[in-house]
């Protein structure tokens, strides 16, 4: 177990940043060239993402304060993973438009690190600013040498992640800035390479290091009032909250960047939560309440993949009446 605990630690804060680097580049390229050019356009998937936090989070207090539930587990149902968020959508949503992806990828972004910033300011109490601080001049170094030294901004980018990772901030915030800074002549090049390095070794490894737990699984725990309210405020708030402030973002700049059909399927493929969630249970001092917490989280994640099924499935039929109804 202790073995598996720092394999968790070193893929999470290592070969996790690559997925999150390569995330970057992709966002980069959404907010030049993809759905998001549009001014200040990006502020949809944001905003959609706060929705995503708020309403699972509220749901979650508001069960919690009509039971026995321990409110201080508010934060475990808000974060969406990633990289499962994105395997899921190529594995059981296919065929889906680049609109989808590019709306997942900026809302997911922003959903990990406003969990990052909930984690830093509520449970993390030592913040390194001096830390913080070369990593940005780090950064700005890495931004300025990698267009004509690339292997000398390899370096600048390994040496910004070992000094941002002791700063109290995940380190997954680098692999996101790092990619931003890409330019868009390196990005195609460094996607085709570690597309499958990360699809094939980085994703499996996160998920089973995730899952290594020790289970202690009983009806009573299952059906716990914890257990239960993570599921409902999940399920019901990710979806709620990023379809709801999703809509009214592209309502309020009256730019339509994805269809309300397309938003809801997002707003399920949200639901995906693991290893964040599973840091805010270990974080919150649950005390004998953290199994149940686990718990909650992993029931919670094959019936969120059910939920994302029958979505894109209603998506595919509407999407079939419209072109019968067109013929």
Same mark, same amino acid.
């Given at each position: 177990m202790?073995?598996?605990?720092?394999?968790?630690?070193?893929?999470?804060?290592?070969?996790?940043?690559?997925?999150?680097?390569?995330?970057?580049?992709?966002?980069?390229?959404?907010?030049?060239?993809?759905a998001?050019? =549009?001014?200040?356009?990006? #502020?949809?998937?944001?905003?959609?993402?706060?929705?995503?936090?708020?309403?699972?989070a /509220?749901?979650?207090?508001?069960?919690?304060?009509?039971?026995?539930?321990?409110?201080?587990?508010?934060?475990v149902?808000?974060?969406?993973?990633?990289p499962?968020?994105?395997?899921?959508?190529?594995?059981?949503?296919?065929?889906?438009?680049?609109?989808?992806?590019?709306? #997942? #990828?900026?809302?997911?972004?922003?959903?990990?690190?406003?969990?990052?910033?909930?984690?830093?300011?509520?449970?993390?109490?030592?913040i390194?600013?001096?830390?913080i601080?070369?990593?940005?001049?780090?950064?700005?170094?890495?931004?300025?040498?990698? *267009?004509?030294f690339?292997?000398?901004? #390899?370096?600048?980018?390994?040496?910004?992640?070992?000094?941002? =990772?002791?700063?109290?901030?995940?380190?997954?915030?680098?692999?996101?800035?790092?990619?931003?800074?890409?330019?868009?002549?390196?990005?195609?090049?460094?996607?085709?390479?570690?597309?499958?390095?990360?699809?094939?070794?980085?994703i499996?490894?996160?998920?089973?290091?995730?899952?290594?737990? *020790?289970? =202690?699984?009983?009806?009573?725990?299952i059906?716990?009032?914890?257990?239960?309210?993570?599921?409902?405020?999940?399920?019901?708030?990710? +979806?709620?909250?990023?379809?709801?402030?999703?809509?009214?973002?592209?309502?309020?700049?009256?730019?339509?960047?994805?269809? =309300?059909?397309?938003l809801?399927?997002?707003?399920?493929?949200?639901?995906?939560?693991?290893s964040?969630?599973?840091?805010?249970?270990?974080?919150?001092?649950?005390?004998?309440? /953290?199994?149940?917490?686990?718990?909650?989280?992993?029931?919670?994640? +094959?019936?969120?993949?059910?939920?994302?099924?029958?979505?894109? @499935?209603?998506?595919?039929?509407?999407?079939?009446?419209?072109?019968? @109804?067109?013929?």
């Amino acid at each position: 177990m202790e073995f598996m605990n720092s394999a968790r630690d070193w893929i999470t804060t290592g070969p996790l940043v690559l997925f999150f680097f390569l995330a970057g580049i992709e966002l980069r390229a959404e907010l030049l060239d993809g759905a998001f050019r =549009k001014r200040f356009s990006f #502020l949809i998937p944001f905003t959609a993402a706060v929705g995503g936090m708020i309403a699972p989070a /509220l749901i979650y207090f508001l069960i919690a304060k009509n039971s026995s539930a321990p409110e201080s587990a508010w934060g475990v149902p808000m974060a969406t993973d990633l990289p499962l968020a994105l395997l899921a959508l190529s594995l059981l949503a296919t065929k889906v438009s680049n609109r989808i992806r590019g709306f #997942l #990828l900026a809302l997911a972004i922003a959903d990990d690190l406003g969990s990052i910033i909930v984690v830093a300011i509520v449970y993390h109490h030592h913040i390194d600013l001096f830390r913080i601080l070369i990593s940005a001049v780090l950064l700005l170094t890495f931004w300025k040498t990698a *267009p004509r030294f690339p292997l000398v901004a #390899l370096l600048i980018g390994l040496l910004t992640w070992g000094v941002f =990772k002791e700063s109290g901030i995940h380190p997954t915030v680098i692999g996101v800035l790092l990619g931003l800074l890409i330019n868009h002549n390196e990005s195609e090049w460094l996607v085709k390479k570690l597309t499958p390095v990360i699809n094939y070794l980085v994703i499996p490894a996160f998920i089973i290091t995730t899952l290594w737990i *020790p289970w =202690k699984l009983s009806a009573a725990l299952i059906f716990s009032p914890i257990v239960i309210g993570l599921v409902v405020s999940r399920l019901i708030g990710k +979806p709620l909250g990023i379809f709801i402030f999703g809509a009214l973002a592209m309502r309020t700049m009256g730019h339509v960047v994805i269809s =309300k059909r397309d938003l809801f399927l997002v707003g399920t493929l949200g639901t995906v939560g693991l290893s964040v969630s599973m840091l805010f249970a270990n974080l919150a001092q649950l005390g004998q309440d /953290l199994n149940g917490a686990l718990l909650g989280v992993l029931i919670t994640l +094959p019936l969120a993949i059910v939920l994302i099924i029958i979505s894109a @499935q209603m998506l595919k039929a509407s999407r079939i009446q419209e072109r019968s @109804q067109e013929r």
